[in-house]
């Protein structure tokens, strides 16, 4: 399974980016779908899951409110809709897929696309 990961960005601060997640030959129907982040000297962290069905969805504190996962399966697609972001947001944003039902952290997910970079500055 490979994963594409695009919709990365400058944004000023209280903007908005939506993320994009596909695969490339495969579908990502059966896979829960992960959005993690990685900020410069920071570890890597979770951001947002949504579950294969794409009726669980979990989020990081730090973004509760601001941010939607979602998923279209015609499509083959998972979105990230990031309002109102703030500069503590910058990162490169990388999507992930698992097989593991209800994963949310990094190390329960096997495929990962390149990653986005996130910029939220003034």
């Known amino acids: 399974l490979q994963l594409v990961a695009s919709g990365g960005g400058t944004v000023q601060p209280g903007g908005s980016l939506r993320l994009s997640c596909t695969s490339s030959g495969s579908t990502l129907n059966y896979y829960a779908i992960g959005w993690f982040r990685q900020a410069p000297g920071k570890e890597r962290e979770g951001v947002s899951c949504?579950?294969?069905?794409?009726?669980?969805?979990k989020y990081a504190d730090s973004v509760k409110g601001r941010f939607t996962i979602s998923r279209d399966k015609r499509e083959n697609m998972v979105y990230l809709q990031m309002n109102n972001l703030m500069p503590e947001d910058t990162a490169v944003y990388y999507c992930?897929?698992?097989?593991?039902?209800?994963?949310?952290?990094?190390?329960?997910?096997?495929?990962w696309g390149q990653g986005t970079q996130v910029t939220v500055s003034s």
């Open positions: 992930a897929a698992t097989i593991v039902a209800g994963a949310c952290r990094p190390e329960e997910y096997e495929y």
């Open positions: 949504v579950s294969g069905g794409g009726m669980n969805t």
